[in-house]
C-alpha cells in the first residue's frame, strides 16, 4: 500500500456567474497588489484556498486543470474587432498556480503540471503519492466557460481545490491510499470536480483503477 495524510484542505466555490473582475474585488486583498490585475479567475480561486498555506523549497506541487485556463482566451477573441490588449496578455498567461506561486514568492522543489479527463484526479494523486518530497501540495480546479462550453472545450463551473499531502500523520484531517491489486476492475474514477465537491463535504471516496484500488477518507 502506497499512502500519505492529508493535513490540509480547502475548496473555492464561487457564485457560478462571478467574473474574474468581481473576484478580483472579493479576493484581491490576498495577494500582491501588482499581480491581482493580471491572474486569471482561476488564479484568483486557486490562491484563495491557498491563502495561510506556505509552499517551501522542499515542497513540491501537482497541478490538475482538464481546460488550462481557457476563459481568458474565449473573452479575449470574443472582443474582436476591439480586442483588449490586456486581455491578449492574460490569455497566454501562465497556469492559475503559477500566478500565485510567482505572486507570493514562494519558492517549490517540483511543480507537476497535468491535464487531463478521465484519469485527472487519479494521475495527480498517484504522482502526490510517488513524489519524493514529504510533503505535496495536490492543487486543481476550473473556470466556468462561455462559448467554447457548447464545444465541450471548457467548465460549466469554476471551483479550485488545494489539499496537502504528507509522509507524517501526526496532525492528519484524512488519508489518501492506494493498494496495488491486479484483479481491481478498472472503473472510472471521479471527475475533477466530483473530487473537488467530496472535499468540500469531507466524503469519502473509493474506487477500483488499474492495477489497484484508491480511497479517501477522513479521520
Not at 466555490?13 to 472579493?26: F, G, K, N
Not at 498567461?93 to 478521465?118: D, K, N
Not at 513524489?131 to 471548457?154: D, H, I, K, Y
Not at 475533477?192 to 469531507?202: H, I, K, M, P
Request: no cysteine; proline share 7%.
Amino acid at each position: 500500500m502506497i499512502e500519505r495524510y492529508i493535513q490540509y484542505v480547502a475548496v473555492e466555490r464561487p457564485p457560478e456567474l462571478e467574473t474574474a473582475a468581481e473576484a478580483r474585488v472579493r479576493l484581491g486583498a490576498k495577494f500582491p497588489r501588482t499581480a491581482v490585475r493580471r491572474m486569471t479567475h482561476l488564479g484568483l480561486l486557486i490562491g484563495s484556498v491557498l491563502d495561510g498555506q506556505t509552499p517551501g523549497p522542499e515542497d513540491a506541487l501537482v497541478y490538475a486543470t482538464t481546460y488550462a485556463e481557457t476563459r481568458a482566451l474565449e473573452d479575449y477573441l470574443t472582443g474582436f474587432p476591439a480586442a483588449s490588449p490586456l486581455l491578449f496578455q492574460t490569455s497566454i498567461h501562465p497556469g492559475g498556480v503559477q500566478q500565485v506561486l510567482v505572486g507570493r514568492q514562494q519558492p517549490l522543489a517540483r511543480l507537476w503540471p497535468l491535464a487531463g479527463r478521465t484519469r485527472l484526479v487519479e494521475q495527480a494523486l498517484l504522482t502526490a503519492l510517488l513524489e519524493p518530497a514529504a510533503r505535496v501540495f495536490v492543487v486543481g480546479g476550473e473556470e466556468r466557460g462561455t462559448w467554447m462550453l457548447e464545444q465541450g472545450m471548457a467548465a460549466a463551473r469554476p471551483f479550485a481545490f488545494a489539499l496537502v499531502a504528507a509522509r507524517e500523520a501526526a496532525g492528519a484531517i484524512g488519508r489518501v491510499a492506494f493498494v496495488p491489486d491486479a484483479a481491481a476492475k478498472d472503473e472510472v474514477p471521479p471527475s475533477l470536480e466530483v473530487f473537488a465537491d467530496a472535499l468540500a463535504r469531507r466524503e469519502n471516496i473509493t474506487w477500483s483503477g488499474a492495477g489497484g484500488n484508491w480511497a479517501v477518507t477522513w479521520l
